[in-house]
């Protein structure tokens, strides 16, 4: 069965530094990835996605990811946080055939100024 | 309207009320999602519809029912809820065959239940 997870629940970095969020995935076929970001009160938003070739992959607002099947990752990065990048972000797996994806639990994200 | 959108963003219902909630999406997919989202617990998928059929009903309570009736709107129905469903609702819709799936959210609704 196809299973997401992020092992941090909650990570806080100051406002420029780096950022990687991780996640973890399990199936046993190629997976199709996801990020998506939830501000508080609001809907998911797609940050990017990966379904084959080049396995770094660009999305919106400067993040990043990096699809690696050898350790079943496909961790979220940023170069330089912002303050508005205070959100929970939630990665997501999902495959050929299926009519859904599988979410992990998410990550909340805290920006120090 | 762009996306998947989302009517009411809040309700306030007593245990005895009936309402809906109403999503409409405008990007021409076929499949639409209710997922449930409560403090501290993970995403819940509700309902699954495929080209209006339902798919998918991972052990809901009666008191919540969906209707799909075309593509593009999904209602989900509420009578005799309790305060243990206060949550956000949200809508998602997808294509299918197409990006993996990938799914656009609406914004929610955040009941509450008294």
């Known amino acids: 069965a196809q299973s997401v997870t992020q092992p941090d629940i909650h990570i806080t970095v100051s406002e420029g530094a780096s950022l990687e969020l991780r996640c973890n995935y399990s199936y046993g076929a190629t997976p199709y990835l996801f990020w998506y970001v939830q501000s508080p009160g609001q809907g998911l938003q797609l940050l990017l996605k990966?379904?084959?070739?080049?396995?770094l992959v660009q999305g919106i607002k400067g993040f990043e990811a990096e699809f690696k099947r050898s350790q079943s990752s496909f961790n979220l990065r940023k170069p330089s946080v912002h303050w508005s990048d205070a959100a929970e972000y939630f990665c997501?797996?999902?495959?050929?055939?299926?009519?859904?994806?599988?979410f992990g639990k998410g990550t909340r994200l805290h920006i120090l100024p | 309207e762009t996306g998947v959108t989302q009517t009411p963003r809040h309700l306030v219902m007593g245990m005895t009320n009936k309402k809906s909630l109403k999503c409409e999406q405008h990007?021409?997919?076929?499949?639409m999602y209710w997922y449930k989202q409560s403090a501290k617990k993970p995403l819940e998928l509700m309902f699954v519809?495929?080209?209006?059929?339902?798919?998918e009903n991972n052990s809901v309570p009666s008191r919540f029912s969906p209707e799909c009736p075309n593509s593009s709107h999904l209602f989900l129905h509420l009578h005799t809820l309790q305060p243990e469903d206060s949550a956000l609702y949200l809508c998602a819709s997808s294509q299918e065959w197409v990006e993996g799936r990938t799914q656009y959210f609406g914004p929610g609704t955040r009941l509450l239940v008294l």
């Open positions: 990007l021409g997919h076929n499949a």
């Open positions: 519809y495929n080209f209006k059929e339902q798919t």
């Open positions: 990966y379904f084959s070739g080049d396995t």
């Open positions: 997501a797996v999902g495959a050929t055939g299926d009519d859904k994806i599988i």
